[in-house]
Nanobody
Framework: VQLVESGGGLVQPGGSLRLSCAAS????????MGWFRQVPGKEREFVVT???????YYADSVKGRFTISRDNAKNTVYLQMNSLKPEDTAVYYC?????????????????????WGQGTLVTVSS
């Protein structure tokens, strides 16, 4: 499975961005996908995840501002980010897992995910 993120960039505080994550390869058994982010020197942080049944889990820090969605026909997951804050600045990584039971138990753990993209940088600054 290969994951390719796109859509990062520079945006002013209060602005919006939409990230995309396109999956390819042996995607037939993917059961959930998610987004994590990491600031250099800090630990990776869970952002949001979506299961193939449509269940979603959001980090408290992004609830009400970020929305995850998917287009099964395009094998793509999106992250719509609104009301961006400087503290949202990070490299955003897309992740996927084939282990649905693990995802049900620990949807926010990085160890649940088997596949990762290369990351896309989001910078929120005036």
């Amino acid at each position: 499975v290969q994951l390719v993120e796109s859509g990062g960039g520079l945006v002013q505080p209060g602005g919006s961005l939409r990230l995309s994550c396109a999956a390819s390869g042996s995607i037939f058994s993917i059961r959930a996908m998610g987004w994590f982010r990491q600031v250099p020197g800090k630990e990776r942080e869970f952002v949001v995840t979506i299961g193939w049944g449509g269940s979603t889990y959001y980090a408290d820090s992004v609830k009400g501002r970020f929305t995850i969605s998917r287009d099964n026909a395009k094998n793509t997951v999106y992250l719509q980010m609104n009301s961006l804050k400087p503290e949202d600045t990070a490299v955003y990584y897309c992740a996927a897992t084939k282990r649905y039971s693990a995802w049900l138990q620990h949807p926010a753990l990085g160890e649940t995910y088997d596949y990762w993209g290369q990351g896309t940088l989001v910078t929120v600054s005036s």
